[in-house]
């Protein structure tokens, strides 16, 4: 079968499986109307940005949040610079709901555009800036994903196995996420930590070294699939109905697999660069 | 000279941002009638939590005489007042409904005047748009 076939394939058997479940269990379901509706946030403030993929960031940064769901439960998320996850853009279905749960078919970005530029001492000994990675699609893929409700707890399962952009063989991106929320007086503070998984057909797309980098000198790798580790702690004060004060912090750990690319393991020791990421935000935000 | 001019341009965005957020805030103090409150407005993160504020309660009357102040939330009086024909109160306040605070004689249910303490909230309950993503 070829891998276009498999993809739709795949892809009709997700939505069926969405709307079947829909109608299977609406007598049980929560009311659809209930769930409609949306946000819009947009934030102005000072960020920190530690990673191995750019410079440090050290200013001023715009952020911005949203989601809105129709009646008939068809949803947009997006979400840039976030101090939540970066996840771009993402359309989806939510077809079924109970007190606790809510159930998805989601697009999500699995993996963000990439390019990594480092500088390389060529054959004549002069410095030049030499692009390690480049690859400028976003792994977009189809998933279903479950997020729970449990008073102060939310936790969240997703899985996406269907790439929808054609730029290598599907893999499989899987994430779960806990979070937990405090009141302090009006300041609301938030924990969370997640696992992201990603198979051996993202990572190697991205960090297994060009034949020209391979040229070049730089060994070859074979990249297997590997687990991001994220924590964060954010507190948010709401000055007015719409404006809000926040700030955060966020770390992650990447996958032995990601870090063991000899790409990353260069330019991971570039200065201003960083194995892991780290990022801290204060920033006021406009929630329309 | 043009990433500067780029940053300082960004800067006065973020001033001019700031300046807006605090002026709302000041407009929150206004008086009227025979008793005021300020600030007017509690504002909870979301819908359903408990509010807190510190609030600061003025009256003043034409006569002197004796008052009390009540509130919603009890039905002892909060504070009375001896041959008095005007007062203050404050007090730290953590309500998830509207207070409304009246001013009355002593040992009589006439009212004399009321000022209410809204609640308010950012993210709405009930709408999944913030509890399932705004986490994350």
Not at chain 1, 12 to 28: C, D, M, P, R, V
Request: glycine share 6%.
């Amino acid at each position: 079968m070829k891998k276009s076939e498999r993809k739709v394939i795949t892809i009709l058997t997700l939505s069926l499986l969405a709307f079947n479940s829909s109608q299977l269990w609406a007598e049980a379901e929560q009311n659809q109307e209930d769930l409609s509706g949306g946000f819009l946030k947009v934030g102005l403030g000072y960020k920190f940005d530690q990673n191995p993929y750019e410079d440090e960031r050290n200013g001023l940064a715009m952020f911005l949040v949203g989601r809105y769901q129709m009646e008939n439960g068809l949803f947009v998320e997006a979400s840039y610079g976030a101090n939540q996850r970066q996840e771009g853009l993402n359309i989806g279905y939510n077809f079924y709901n109970t007190t606790h749960w809510n159930f998805d078919l989601t697009t999500i970005q699995a993996f963000v555009s990439t390019e990594i530029i480092a500088n390389f001492v060529d054959d004549e000994g002069i410095l030049e800036p030499f692009t390690v990675i480049d690859k400028s699609g976003a792994s977009e893929m189809l998933g279903l994903r479950a997020t729970g409700n449990f008073g102060n707890t939310n936790v969240q399962f997703l899985v996406a196995p269907v790439l929808l952009n054609n730029d290598y063989d599907d893999g499989v991106y899987a994430s779960l996420w806990v979070g937990h929320s405090w009141q302090l007086k009006n300041w609301g503070i938030n924990a969370t930590t997640g696992i992201e998984y990603r198979s051996e057909e993202i990572l190697e797309h991205y960090f297994e070294p060009s034949a020209a980098l391979q040229s070049a000198g730089v060994p070859s790798y074979d990249a297997t699939s590997g687990f991001d580790v994220t924590a964060q702690v954010s507190a948010s004060y709401p000055i007015s109905e719409n404006i809000l004060f926040e700030s955060y912090v966020r770390y992650t750990d990447f996958a032995d697999s990601i870090t063991d690319s000899p790409i990353i393991r260069a330019t991971s020791q570039i200065p201003e660069r960083n194995e892991a990421k780290t990022e801290v935000g204060i920033l006021f935000s406009y929630v329309f | 000279m043009k990433t500067h001019s780029k940053a300082t341009k960004s800067l006065n965005i973020f001033i001019v941002f700031v300046i807006s957020i605090l002026s709302i805030n000041a407009s929150a103090s206004e008086t009227e009638g025979v008793i005021s409150i300020s600030p007017k407005q509690c504002i909870a993160l979301n819908q359903g939590n408990l509010c807190y504020v510190d609030i600061e309660i003025t009256w003043s009357l034409q006569e002197q005489g004796n008052y009390c102040l009540f509130s919603s939330q009890q039905e002892s009086s909060l504070q009375c007042w001896q041959g008095k024909r005007a007062g203050d109160f404050a007090r730290e306040i953590v309500a998830k409904d509207n207070v409304v605070f009246s001013l009355k004689p002593q040992n009589s249910k006439i009212i004399l005047g009321s000022a209410k303490l809204e609640m308010a909230w950012v993210y709405k309950k009930n709408n999944r748009s913030h509890s399932t993503w705004r986490m994350f």
